[in-house]
């Protein structure tokens, strides 16, 4: 872990990247790729989002001293190849753009619609949506081609997949590039058609809603559901801990998006999680999903894994 690559001679070509979005997912990936010796430009829309992000990833790295994976000044250089910014345009053109900005198609569009001029070819311009469709959001830019889904999971520094998703027009070439990107960020990568949830988010959102069933319908109590998938399956985390993890209101999100984009009754949602999501419990972001979650000043997301 401590040989850093070359970026000069890596195979993707990728050396400078912008993140949009520094929140959970694109803390992570600066962080990452900051360690990792690239450059890295972080957009957010609010001068306290930014802050939250760059805490995150001095977090980050503070994780990876601890655990041996840089030494201490690799922390301050990795800092130091971060710049993060207001406004979208003050970017110079980098090789590869990374949109991490919340799981809204119509937002997506548009973050998309306007990256389009500011970073022209051979850029890629990805997207770590975990559920909408590449297809829809390459839709807005000239060449969709040059438009690919790089989904990272949480969080970012420890878990090691990414899933590559393919829209409809990504080139061959982008998709290579964007493997070779995420292994020289130390990644192992799956490849998904561009269907709605892909295969990580697909099978995560199912075995949520099948725990919120079986909790509804009295079949066990929340502990024993997430006991037996942890000690049976040898899952990390139980169902209804993952969901508290990812966020109920996400969950829904990605279930309705499965249920609308296969048409199908087999991904009918939970009423239980519905009456959850109205009444505001949302897990771990709101204090109270299917556990509670006293406040404290530590108490943050952190901890699990999600994609
Ligand atoms: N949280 C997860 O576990 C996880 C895992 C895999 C993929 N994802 C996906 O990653 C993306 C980001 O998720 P997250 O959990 O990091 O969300 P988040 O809410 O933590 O972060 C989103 C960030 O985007 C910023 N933002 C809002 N509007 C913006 C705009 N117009 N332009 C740029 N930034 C804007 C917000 O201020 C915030 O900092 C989503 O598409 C999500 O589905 C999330």
């Known amino acids: 872990m401590n040989s850093l690559p070359d970026p000069a001679a890596s195979p993707s ?10 929140g959970i997912m694109g803390s ?9 010796g690239l450059d890295v430009h972080l957009y957010d829309v609010r001068q306290e989002f930014l802050d939250r992000g760059l805490s995150s990833i001095r977090a980050a790295l503070e994780g990876a001293v601890a655990k041996g994976r ?9 800092l130091e190849r971060i710049r993060p910014t207001l406004e979208l345009s003050s970017a110079p053109p980098v090789d590869l753009v990374l949109e991490a900005a919340p799981e809204k198609l119509e937002l997506k569009r548009e973050i998309f619609r306007r990256l389009d001029p500011l970073h022209p070819a ?12 590449v297809t829809s959001i390459a839709s807005v830019v000239a060449d969709p081609g040059r438009v690919v889904g790089i989904h990272f999971f949480n969080p970012v520094p420890s878990m090691p997949l990414v899933e590559i998703i393919g829209g409809f027009h990504t080139s061959p070439e982008t998709r290579a590039r964007s493997e ?22 697909r099978s995560m959102a199912v075995l949520v809603n099948e725990a919120a069933w079986m909790l509804y319908e009295g079949v066990a109590n929340r502990e024993d559901i997430d006991t037996a998938h942890k000690l049976g399956f040898h899952h990390p985390m139980g169902p209804l801990e993952l969901a508290d993890l990812v966020g109920l209101d996400t969950c829904l999100a990605v279930l309705e998006r499965l249920y609308t984009g296969f048409q199908d009754p087999k991904y ?18 709101s204090g109270e999903g299917f556990y509670p979650y006293p406040r404290s000043p530590s108490s943050g997301n952190g901890g699990g894994s999600h994609g």
């Open 13 to 22: 070509g990728v050396r400078k990247i912008l993140v949009v979005g520094a």
């Open 268 to 285: 009918r949602v939970c009423p239980l999680l519905v009456n959850m999501v109205e009444a505001g419990r949302l897990g771990r972001k």
């Open 70 to 78: 840089i030494p201490p000044k690799g922390k301050d250089a990795a």
């Open 122 to 133: 051979p850029a890629i311009l990805a997207t770590n949506t975990s559920s909408l469709s």
């Open 180 to 201: 070779a990107f995420a292994r020289e960020l130390g990644k192992t990568v799956t490849h998904s058609r561009d269907s709605p949830g892909f295969v990580t988010t």
């Open 28 to 36: 992570g990936v600066a962080a990452v790729a900051a360690q990792r």
